[in-house]
């Protein structure tokens, strides 16, 4: 089985991720959209951040699963912090990959200067929340029945990681731009 080469995202790969995304969508409550976006839609997501990475895992030359870094929160005093999300075709799990894209996108979120990075989990996903734990994230809280998916209302548990030590006493410095 030849490894996942793990690479930044482009605008060629948007119809990849699209099909990746899309199942998640249909099938499974990993995210509460209901209508598949397509690739179009995805590639306007991915360069609507251009301070925020997406990478994509690759076997082969197929994507087989994306991660990317998004704002938190619009408000401005939110800007040290980012939601983090990663998504694999269903061929692809339990290989490693999600690893290993989180292996490339936590420290760069952490290089470009943000503090906090965040996670929700559609509940239950214990192969999420390993996954996120191995990386050193915590469990902060759970929003209940949040969402109506695939027949049955939803949990959402947020995990979070310290990117950096606070030092309170100082103000942190701007995030940078990735890229």
Do not use: C
């Not at 030849?2 to 969508?25: K, L």
């Not at 998504?87 to 292996?103: E, N, Q, V």
């Amino acid at each position: 089985m030849q490894p996942a080469e793990v690479r930044p995202a482009g605008a060629d790969d948007a119809a990849a991720i699209a099909r990746v995304y899309g199942h998640h969508v249909l099938a499974s409550f990993a995210s509460f959209e209901e209508v598949p976006p397509g690739a179009d839609a995805m590639e306007a997501r991915r360069s609507s951040e251009p301070r925020l990475p997406w990478l994509v895992a690759t076997i082969e030359d197929d994507v087989v699963g994306f991660a990317y870094a998004g704002r938190h929160r619009e408000r401005a005093a939110y800007r040290w912090a980012v939601d983090v999300s990663v998504y694999l075709d269903p061929s692809a799990t339990r290989r490693g990959i999600g690893s290993a894209l989180y292996a490339r996108l936590l420290p760069e979120v952490r290089r470009l200067g943000y503090l906090r990075a965040y996670a929700g989990i559609a509940l239950p996903n214990e192969a999420s929340v390993r996954l996120h734990e191995s990386f050193g994230f915590t469990p902060v809280g759970v929003y209940h029945r949040v969402g109506w998916k695939l027949g049955g209302w939803r949990d959402v548990g947020w995990w979070e990681l310290a990117l950096e030590d606070d030092d309170l006493a100082r103000p942190p410095e701007e995030p940078r731009r990735w890229g």
